[in-house]
């Protein structure tokens, strides 16, 4: 119970400190609301302006917490060794975030606010999640913790997904880095859907 408590608060720590189309008079308008995994779609028709489409990409991506705990299914973080979602928010940034534990501590953070998250120390390097421009920094922490960072909204606001190693999940060949991608793989598309 220590250790998964040291490591939560130092992955929320961690995480803290990374811190149109226009158609004809008379078409129906589908404008995108937010929330929860996708978009919502209402249609209406005007018969007397032009009615305009708002792509996916540019609607805006907020979630809450407990949005956050619903972007990975039981079965994707049972692959990790990972269960029981505990939505929450980071200690030092008051972010909303979600928390797996078990084998794996895996951790999806998001702010809204781009411009306060400071990149974690580390070794860092620029990759590319489901055709998403992202860094990654692996700290030097006893848990190999493993952050990808990927910028939202027009680099606005800033998810990202810390993964570190439990004490259960020691010695099982876990390599975080590699855990971290394959969640932000799962998730993105969700997100950007």
Known sequence: MRSTLAVTVACGAL???LSACGSAPGTPTTTP??????AVTTTTASPTTAATSTTAADREINYQ??????LLTAAETAEFGSRNP????????GSEQCQW???LGITIDFKLDASGVRPAEGTKSDIEVAET???LTKTTEKSGLCLVRIKL???RSAMTFGVGVLSSGRDKGYETCDVAKKVAEIVIPKVKG
Do not use: H, I, M, Q
């Not at 917490?65 to 619903?70: A, G, Q, S, V």
């Open 15 to 17: 995480l803290a400190s």
């Open 33 to 38: 609301t937010t929330g929860g995994t996708g």
């Open 65 to 70: 917490r407990d949005e956050l705990c619903e």
């Open 86 to 93: 505990r939505p929450g928010n980071s200690f030092t940034t």
């Open 101 to 103: 534990s078990g084998d």
């Open 133 to 135: 421009p992202a860094v």
């Open 153 to 155: 909204n027009k680099d």
